[in-house]
């Protein structure tokens, strides 16, 4: 049923770009949470068999950038809601690039504009696995939220700066997040 890669397949990268929903765990070396969060919107690309750039837009937490910032263990996974049952997971160690970070053009060229944009989380996949999701139930998408995307557009730079300043400077365990670079 399970099957390991060290690199993503061809298979799996179309298996990748046909969903629609993505799933990203991370956990610092110390303290009571680990985050698990999911993520939508047209924000990830695979930009090589072992490598995933994904957008990290602003949300109500910044628990990724601090946790990759003291362990950069992280996981991301997909399911196949549609025809294809599958469950893939990418293992691997991970950077959250923020505003000022020298490659910040370099890999911003590589997703879609998004308003919001909060950092960029480069992935180098050490691992990956797949399961067969044979009980992960059949789900139609409805399409996307266009919620996140309207907020962050109505808050402006000005806006945003003052949402990360006040609400993803720590964790929900007291850990610094680095958000201070997008000030």
């Keep these: ?28 070396p110390a303290g009571a949470h680990v985050n698990l969060s999911p993520k939508g919107m047209d924000s990830l690309r695979v930009l090589s068999p ?7 837009a602003t949300g109500s937490g910044n ?7 003291l ?3 992280m996981t991301l996974m997909w399911c ?19 505003h000022d970070s020298p490659d910040w053009a370099a890999l911003a060229a590589h997703l879609p504009p ?4 909060r950092q960029i989380v480069e992935l180098t996949i050490e691992l990956v696995q797949s399961s067969c999701g044979f ?10 939220r266009p919620t996140l995307r309207r907020w962050a557009e109505d808050q402006g730079p000005d806006g945003l700066s003052a949402y990360w300043d006040t609400r993803n400077r720590l964790t929900i365990d ?3 997040t680095g958000i201070e670079a997008n000030l």
């Design 71 to 73: 362990d950069a263990r």
């Design 114 to 117: 998004l308003p919001g944009l």
């Design 63 to 69: 628990e990724t950038a601090a946790h990759l910032a």
């Design 1 to 28: 049923m399970g099957k390991r890669f060290d690199a993503l397949q061809s298979d799996q990268i179309g298996f990748i770009a046909e969903q629609q929903l993505f799933f990203v765990a991370t956990a610092a």
């Design 174 to 176: 007291g850990q610094p």
């Design 80 to 98: 196949g809601f549609a025809k294809r049952p599958m469950i893939l997971r990418a293992y691997g160690q991970a950077q959250a690039h923020h």
């Design 135 to 144: 009980a992960v139930p059949f789900m139609e998408p409805a399409g996307e």
């Design 50 to 56: 072992n490598r995933i750039l994904w957008a990290n």
